[in-house]
């Protein structure tokens, strides 16, 4: 098969698609024979060299995938060779093939293609975990997004409409907060003309944010998300955009008795991602079959042309970028 393999740390010209050995499905895995696969930051920052895949994972690039099952490994029920599925995974995505654990497949749902499916389980697992589990969003709450545009924004905007929340979302331009609008985000708020801590307080009374998903992590970020939250406020950071490190005042987040959680989701125990992916299959599986969620799509590329994909998501984008096979 072929798969995109690095060169080294460094750009997108490190990035080379390249004649590779089959994967093998292990115990309780799959081999899926991939149409498609999502490109994500962390796709980005493992390039760069700053975000190595753990141990046991596939060297190769790629978080989530859509594909047909070519073969299952030993212990595997409920699934069958020839299913059209998608994946959440460690890594292996930017290949032909891949071996999936089997807790980390889902069924293509209802309405949407094969190649549109592998826009799914990154952001479906991302935006579940994180704003309903950890976070615990409830109707008629306030939902911050930070970088409502993106793939896991759009998605989080969605899911959070449906589910009776109210959403804010910050955003680089007219055009992407136009079209977080469109998603159904009510509080629009451009992050280079406006302070998004003074205008979460002013949509809300002076009462802030119940949830903020944010993917900038440190900078000034985390203070200020701090200042935004409101009373009983939960800050989830899934991202690291501004920084490593930010600075944080307790006595304020004492004040809102607030709560902090960053997560992986690449990192976690298989049981923990297959755990996961059930409760994305119960919950947020029937909203899309339903039409009330649905991948947002900026460009689809060949695989191949993966350098030319990641220089997409450094550059603007709206949404999910993806590379196909066919």
Not at 45 to 68: F, H, I, K, V
Not at 89 to 102: C, D, F, Q, R, S
Not at 291 to 311: F, N, S
Request: proline content about 6%; aromatic content about 4%; hydrophobic content about 45%.
């Amino acid at each position: 098969m072929h798969a995109i393999t690095m060169s080294g740390p460094g750009g997108p010209e490190k990035l080379n698609w390249t004649e590779v050995p089959d994967p093998v499905p292990g115990e309780g895995e799959v081999l899926v024979e991939v149409a498609a696969a999502g490109v994500n930051r962390a796709d980005i920052m493992q390039r760069q060299g700053a975000y190595d895949p753990p141990p046991g994972a596939s060297p190769y690039l790629g978080l989530e995938c859509s594909g047909t099952i070519a073969a299952l490994g030993p212990g595997v029920s409920g699934w069958s060779v020839g299913d059209e599925v998608c994946a959440l995974l460690t890594g292996g995505g930017y290949a032909e093939k891949v071996a999936v654990p089997a807790g980390q497949l889902l069924p293509v749902p209802k309405g949407i293609t094969l190649v549109q499916a592998a826009a799914l389980p990154e952001v479906t697992c991302t935006v579940w975990s994180n704003v309903f589990m950890v976070a615990r969003l409830r109707a008629g709450e306030v939902l911050l997004v930070q970088g409502g545009s993106g793939g896991i924004g759009t998605m989080a905007i969605q899911v959070a409409r449906a589910l009776g929340a109210r959403v804010a979302v910050t955003a680089g331009s007219k055009a992407k907060l136009d079209f977080c609008a469109g998603l159904g985000a009510e509080i629009l708020i451009d992050y280079h003309t406006q302070d998004f801590v003074t205008e979460i307080k002013r949509a809300t009374d002076g009462k802030g944010a119940d949830v903020i998903l944010d993917n900038m992590g440190g900078g000034d970020y985390l203070d200020r998300n701090v200042a935004a939250l409101a009373v009983d406020g939960r800050l989830a950071i899934i991202g690291l955009q501004a920084g490593t490190k930010g600075e944080l005042n307790i006595a304020a987040l004492l004040v809102k008795e607030g709560t902090v959680t960053a997560t992986s989701l690449r990192s976690r125990p298989l049981k923990e991602k297959a755990a996961i992916v059930a409760g994305v299959r119960e919950h947020l599986w029937p909203l899309i079959a339903e039409g009330k969620v649905r991948p947002v799509i900026d460009a689809e590329l060949p695989m191949r042309d993966a350098a030319q994909a990641q220089r997409t998501m450094d550059e603007s984008h709206i949404g999910k970028v993806l590379l196909t096979t066919r």
